[in-house]
């Protein structure tokens, strides 16, 4: 069994992937991190200077090439976007279970305002943050709706080791 983490930015995909690894003791990826190290930049920087489609590129090999090694006991962390593309989609299917973290926007918006640096697609508007979240739920919320196999609500989650134990119930991994 593997586990994929999908959902929108600021909904504790990396840290609740981490704790899940911590505690199940399988291996932990995250999609953002291993384009970064492969890069040899961060995020805002492949964005400023190679632009959003050549990202969106990086994260379809990325998976493919995942999803062709087959492995198991495997926790994937994706990015927000990650799931959009359907070929990502279809990818992210073939790698394991689809767990959607549901926030609401609110609860969004605190966990992402001390970091939008580090998140080119909000911090591009800042005059209307929650605007832009509300907007963005929107569009996607339907797409992760459609490929997730479980769906898990985590607004009310008051850290990482709570949406991990949630998550672990639904799985029977508790
Ligand atoms: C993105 C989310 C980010 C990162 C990139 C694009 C998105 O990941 O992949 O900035 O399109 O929602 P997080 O969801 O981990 O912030």
Redesign the pocket.
Same mark, same amino acid.
């Given at each position: 069994m593997n586990i994929v983490l999908v959902? &929108?930015?600021? $909904?504790g995909?990396?840290a609740v992937g981490r704790v899940l690894a911590r505690r199940t003791g399988w291996r932990h990826l995250d999609?953002?991190a291993e384009i970064e190290r492969a890069a040899g930049k961060t995020?805002p920087q492949i @964005?400023a200077e190679d632009g959003e489609a050549a @990202?969106r590129e990086q994260?379809t090999a990325f998976l493919a090439s995942l999803a062709e090694a087959q492995s198991a006991e495997l926790i994937l962390? $994706?990015?927000?976007? $990650?799931p959009?593309r359907a070929e990502n989609a279809a990818l992210l299917k073939r790698i394991g279970t689809v767990v959607w973290l549901r926030v609401a926007p609110e609860a969004i918006w605190g966990r992402v305002a001390h970091s939008l640096h580090?998140?080119?697609?909000l911090a591009a508007h800042q005059a209307d943050p929650l605007g832009r979240i509300e907007s &963005?739920l929107a569009q996607r919320e339907p797409q992760y709706a459609a490929l997730a196999d479980i769906v898990l609500e985590t607004s009310d989650c008051a850290n990482s080791e709570e949406g991990a134990a949630r998550l672990m119930e639904r799985l029977k991994l508790a």
């Open positions: 959902g &929108f930015m600021g $909904t995909k990396s999609t953002d995020i @964005f @990202f994260e962390s $994706t990015g927000g976007g $990650t959009l580090e998140r080119p697609l &963005f």
